[in-house]
C-alpha cells in the first residue's frame, strides 16, 4: 500500500495567523517544527497500519518548509518550488489512498486563515461546483483513481470535506474563532487525534470512492478585483465574462484545468493596487 500526503500549513494545530506561515514572521521556525511533528504523527500510523511507502509533498507557500531533517526516516519528500501540479506534485494511480494535512477552508468562507491559493480570488469553481485547494486537489487525486482518505486541519476544513468527500475522515486539529483566533489542541492531543484518525482511515478506504473530475471541465475563477481579473485574462484560452471578474477556461482534462489556474493566479499576483 502506497500513501500520498500534502502538506498545508494554515490548517496546522495551534497557527492562528500569518505570523506563523509567512517565513518572514517572527512565529514561522516553530510553526515549521510543529508542522514537521504533525506530519511525521500521519507516518508513524500509516507504517504501523499495513502502509509500505510514503510520500510527503510540501504544499505550502515555497514548498520548502518541511525540516527534513526531522522527517520520519522512512518516508520521501518532495520539496521546493516550481512544481508543474504544486500541491500535488508526484501523484500518479499507483497511490492508494491520498491524505491532506494542514488544509483550510476555501476563500470567503469561514476558517482560519481562509482562502484558495492567493488571496486575490474569491471563489474557484469547476464547472458549477465552488471548491478551493482541497476540491481542486480532490479532483486531481480523482483523476488518477486516488481517494482522499483524510483530511486534517481546522473545523472548516473538516466540513469542507465532509460536504465534498462521502465518508471520509476527518481530523480536526484547532476550532475557528475567527479568521485569526483558534481554539485549540494542543501538538501533544493533536499527534494523539491525528495517529488514531490515520488508522481508521485507512482501514476505511474502501468505503471512500475518487472524488472523479468532470469532462473536460469549465475552469471559472473569480478574482476579488477587475484588475486581477485582465491580468489572467492574459493566458491563451481564457474569457473575461462580461460585467464580472470572472475569467474562464475551458479544460481538456482537470490536469489542465489545475494548470490553468496556476498560471491564472500567478498573472493575477502582478496586480497593484496603485
Not at 478506504?205 to 477587475?226: D, K
Not at 481579473?229 to 490536469?255: C, H, Q, S, Y
Not at 489542465?256 to 496556476?262: K, P, R, V, W
Request: overall charge negative.
Amino acid at each position: 500500500m502506497k500513501l500520498y500526503l500534502s502538506v498545508d500549513m494554515e490548517g496546522i494545530t495551534g497557527l492562528p495567523d500569518s505570523t506563523y506561515v509567512d517565513s518572514h514572521q517572527h512565529n514561522y521556525e516553530r510553526a515549521r517544527r510543529i508542522m514537521t511533528q504533525e506530519t511525521n504523527y500521519v507516518i508513524d500510523s500509516a507504517y504501523k497500519n499495513q502502509v509500505k511507502e510514503v510520500l510527503v509533498n510540501d504544499s505550502h507557500s515555497k514548498m520548502n518548509n518541511l525540516l527534513i531533517d526531522e522527517i520520519h526516516p522512512d518516508a520521501y519528500l518532495i520539496t521546493g518550488d516550481v512544481k508543474p501540479f504544486s500541491m500535488m506534485q508526484g501523484l500518479d494511480s499507483s497511490f492508494t489512498g491520498a491524505i491532506f494535512i494542514g488544509y483550510h477552508a476555501r476563500a470567503a468562507q469561514k476558517g482560519v486563515m481562509s482562502h484558495s491559493m492567493i488571496f486575490g480570488v474569491r471563489n474557484f469553481f469547476i464547472n458549477d461546483v465552488a471548491v478551493g485547494e482541497l476540491g481542486l486537489n480532490a479532483y486531481v487525486a480523482g483523476y488518477f483513481g486516488v481517494p482522499v482518505l483524510m483530511v486534517a486541519g481546522d473545523d472548516c476544513a473538516a466540513q469542507e470535506a465532509e460536504a465534498l468527500i462521502p465518508n471520509i475522515i476527518t481530523a480536526p486539529v484547532k476550532e475557528t474563532i475567527s479568521r485569526t483566533s483558534v481554539k485549540s489542541l494542543t501538538p501533544a492531543k493533536a499527534g494523539e487525534l491525528l495517529e488514531q484518525r490515520t488508522k481508521e482511515a485507512l482501514h476505511n478506504s474502501q468505503n471512500v470512492a475518487p472524488l472523479v473530475p468532470p469532462e473536460h471541465p469549465l475552469l471559472r475563477i473569480e478574482f476579488m478585483n477587475y484588475g486581477q481579473a485582465e491580468w489572467a485574462n492574459l493566458m491563451p484560452g481564457t474569457e473575461l465574462e462580461p460585467g464580472t471578474t470572472i475569467v474562464n477556461f475551458r479544460a481538456k482534462d482537470i490536469l489542465e484545468a489545475y494548470q490553468a489556474m496556476l498560471v491564472m493566479t500567478e498573472l493575477a499576483m502582478r496586480a497593484t493596487f496603485s
